[in-house]
């Protein structure tokens, strides 16, 4: 039996930098990962933003701190990612989203985050050549930005071997064995582990893993698809956010990367539920129609390729961080609605100190995110 402090399932956008901070800690860690190598689950499809604009205090915090660790990454650590401060915009066509955009700012302004009202001028300033028809203005936040997740990932392990966190790659969870409400092993593949605390990071196979402990949790994965075009010479700098439903998808977004390139996807109405992740014939027709009506200065960039990954939603649309009655000893970081890249770093650390330090100062992320909470709410920049 192989023994750790802290088993960690899940070598994704979440498990990595949760390792990592627990290892800085002091903590023996390991993580179990069912594919070759880290970040080869939804990582890997993620497009890269990064932004702290969201409209609750959990994820508001919680981002915060994943900016401050990611635009560090090269300086502090001599990591590349491909990090790029373009900020994000959500340009408004209709007084119904400004008023609720206007609204929403009150909340941001109090948890600090640096995002205004910035007029119709000020947008086309940003993005040349934007539909200027009817456009109010919109939401701008000059902190948020992207990067590479792929390299992002990299950079996480890279720096979770160097603390010593040990990694278990092409190994899939198959069964706990609890004593009472505890977990004393946990048997995969391959091996059989103990250690004194697990924690669930499967990302999309969240769900499968709470129930192999006897937890049910609401993680409920949908498909999204995302492309990339051949790289052009920069002529934005946001991630460009449209909320605006459409009856076939709720929103899109697309910003420029560091190489050129526009990277985009949108979020389909009605879902598709499940774990498919082959490209459809829909998704370019319908997210291209609305990007080129927002920005029809995109009309001749070549697309070069598509694919598809997996948003583990849950009901609010927020994520799901904390313990279940069922175990005393796991904790549960799932349903991260899409928005693991963004979030992992920031509660990676706060998972960190919370448990290594007793910081209570993260006390209301686990009360917010909790596992018994309503799931009545929603996200309305998720």
Known sequence: MKTYDILVIGGGSVGVPVALYLAQKGKKVAVIEKHASVGRGQ???????????????????????????????????????????????????????????????????????????????????LCPGINPRGLRGGTYSPEDG???????????????????????????????????????????????FSAGLVI????????????????????????????????????????????????????????????????????????????DIDNTSEFLPLCVRRMLELYPRLRNIRVRRTWRGLYPMTPDGFPIVGYTKETDNMLHLAGMCGQGYMLGPGLGKIVAETICDGNKDYKFIFDQLSPYRSFTGTEMLK
């Open 43 to 125: 990582n890997r499809a993620a497009i890269g933003g990064i932004r702290a604009t969201h409209s609750d205090p959990a994820k508001i915090k919680i981002c915060q701190m994943s900016l401050d660790i990611v635009r560090k990454m090269e300086h502090e650590q001599g990591l590349h990612i491909d990090w790029h401060q373009g900020g994000y915009l959500f340009p408004v066509y209709d007084t119904e989203r400004e008023r609720a955009l206007k609204n929403l700012l009150e909340v941001q302004h109090k948890f600090g985050l640096n995002i205004d009202w910035i007029d119709a001028e000020a947008i086309q300033r």
């Open 146 to 192: 992207f990067a590479s997740p792929l390299k992002t990932a990299g950079a996480f392990y890279k720096l979770a071997c160097d603390a010593g966190v040990d990694f278990y790659f092409y190994e899939t969870v198959l069964s706990f064995e609890k004593k009472e409400s505890k977990i004393v092993s946990i048997k995969t593949d391959k091996n059989t």
């Open 200 to 275: 669930n990071a499967a990302g999309a196979d969240g769900r499968k893993i709470g129930q192999l402990v006897g937890a049910d949790l609401p993680v409920y994965p949908d498909s999204h698809e995302g492309g990339i075009t051949e790289p052009v010479q920069r002529f934005f700098e946001p991630m460009v956010v449209d909320i605006r439903p459409d009856g076939h998808s709720d929103n899109y977004y697309f910003y420029q990367a560091d190489g050129g390139q526009v990277i985009f996807c949108i979020t389909p109405n009605p879902k598709f539920y499940g774990k």
